[in-house]
Each structure stands twice: as structure tokens, then as C-alpha cells.
T-cell receptor
Framework: GAVVSQHPSRVICKSGTSVKIECRSL??????MFWYRQFPKQSLMLMAT?????????EQGVEKDKFLINHASLTLSTLTVTSAHPEDSSFYIC???????????????FGDGTRLSIL | GQQLNQSPQSMFIQEGEDVSMNCTSS?????WLWYKQDPGEGPVLLIA?????ELTSNGRLTAQFGITRKDSFLNISASIPSDVGIYFC???????????FGKGMKLTVNP
């Protein structure tokens, strides 16, 4: 149980392109999903918290107009990297919590990540 | 952002050996989590701890939630080659759904 699917697993595109990454909770409902960014040999850095039916909460230093987050259903959140540039190249990982009807201290379960490479 | 102090940063061990790693924090956490990440994949939850002093096992893995609520350790017994990867600790404080991550411990197991 608690499977999180992330798609695509890898994207290579030209500078200036907008890229959408999907995060789905397959066997549970998640009112809260999280988006992380991970640079090589480093830990996960939280970018934003995605709340179903409301605006995402962004961490300090993360541009909300650059990284658009939509959480339109209890099983899907999307991250769109707008007008991507080479410095946006990174490993993006989403996570989701089993939240509705469960204790608030449920752990986060992670997707397999998306490797984004901007040429 | 805030990070946990995770040590050691890396370990090279022989197959069959035990390995121990820990995380410490200057602040109190209500939840401690241990994840394993393989190259090019997302972290996979190994053990979740919710109560100070709690000792929990998952197969060859054992983790404890420190009594002060500021630390946790993870032990792996009788290591095998597939234990290779990066192990992260993560803490969650009361009132927040955010996780604070350690910097990770890279484990290499020589067959």
C-alpha cells in the first residue's frame, strides 16, 4: 500500500520550454503532497507543500511563478517548471501523505522522481 | 533550511557485518523516519517512529526514537549487497507536516 507514482521519470528539453510533472497517489487519498528538489549527492530540499483544493505553500526562495503547483484532486498534484533554463536541471521528487481519515502523523511516501535536464 | 546532523556520512563494510547510523537535532521531534534511496529513485520508507523510547524492527533493520526526542539511530544487521544505497533520517515536529532531512549516509557493502 501507499504507492506514489511520478511521471515522467526523465525529461530532456530545450531552454525556454515549460515542463509538467505529475504525482499520483495510486491506492490512497492525499490531501497534502510535497515537492522536493535534490541536487547530486545532496539531501532533499522541500520546495512547496501542495494542498488539495487550495494554493500551494512555497518555501522561502522558491519562485511560485516559476514552479506552478496544482493539486486539483485527492490523488493528483502537478508541478510545472515554466520557461525552464539549464539551472533548473535537477531531480524533482514528490511525496504524499495518507491523510484523510487517518492519524495526522502518517509518514510521507515518495515517488520515484523525475530527472529534468534542460539543454 | 534546517537539517539534521546525520553520521557517519559514509561507510564501507563487508557483507555480513552490522552497521549503525544516527541522527541528532537541536530541537525536539514528534516523529522520526528512516528512508533508503537507490540511485535515480525516490526514497523508500524503512521505519517510522512515533514515540520517545520506541524501538522498532523491520527485518534486519532496527531503529529507535531517542528518549530526549532529539535523536534516533538505525541499525542494519548482517548486511547484504542490496543494502547499498543512501540512508536518510527525517524528523517531523508537532504542528508541522514538513519533514527535516539529514544529509544522508552512503553505504557500500563489499561482497
Amino acid at each position: 500500500g501507499a504507492v506514489v507514482s511520478q511521471h515522467p521519470s526523465r525529461v530532456i528539453c530545450k531552454s525556454g520550454t515549460s515542463v509538467k510533472i505529475e504525482c499520483r497517489s495510486l491506492d490512497f487519498q492525499a490531501t497534502t503532497m510535497f515537492w522536493y528538489r535534490q541536487f547530486p549527492k545532496q539531501s532533499l530540499m522541500l520546495m512547496a507543500t501542495s494542498n488539495e483544493g487550495s494554493k500551494a505553500t512555497y518555501e522561502q526562495g522558491v519562485e511560485k511563478d516559476k514552479f506552478l503547483i496544482n493539486h486539483a484532486s485527492l490523488t493528483l498534484s502537478t508541478l510545472t517548471v515554466t520557461s525552464a533554463h539549464p539551472e533548473d536541471s535537477s531531480f524533482y521528487i514528490c511525496s504524499a501523505k495518507v491523510s484523510r481519515g487517518h492519524p495526522s502523523n502518517q509518514p510521507q511516501h515518495f515517488g520515484d522522481g523525475t530527472r529534468l535536464s534542460i539543454l | 533550511g534546517q537539517q539534521l546532523n546525520q553520521s557517519p556520512q559514509s561507510m564501507f563494510i563487508q557483507e555480513g557485518e552490522d552497521v549503525s547510523m544516527n541522527c541528532t537535532s537541536s530541537s525536539i521531534f514528534n516523529t522520526w523516519l528512516w528512508y533508503k534511496q537507490d540511485p535515480g529513485e525516490g526514497p523508500v520508507l524503512l521505519i517510522a517512529l512515533y514515540k520517545a523510547g520506541e524501538l522498532t524492527s523491520n527485518g534486519r533493520l532496527t531503529a529507535q526514537f531517542g528518549i530526549t526526542r532529539k535523536d534516533s539511530f538505525l541499525n542494519i544487521s548482517a548486511s547484504i549487497p542490496s543494502d547499498v544505497g543512501i540512508y536518510f533520517c527525517a524528523g517531523q515536529s508537532g504542528g508541522s507536516e514538513k519533514l527535516v532531512f539529514g544529509k544522508g549516509m552512503k553505504l557500500t557493502v563489499n561482497p
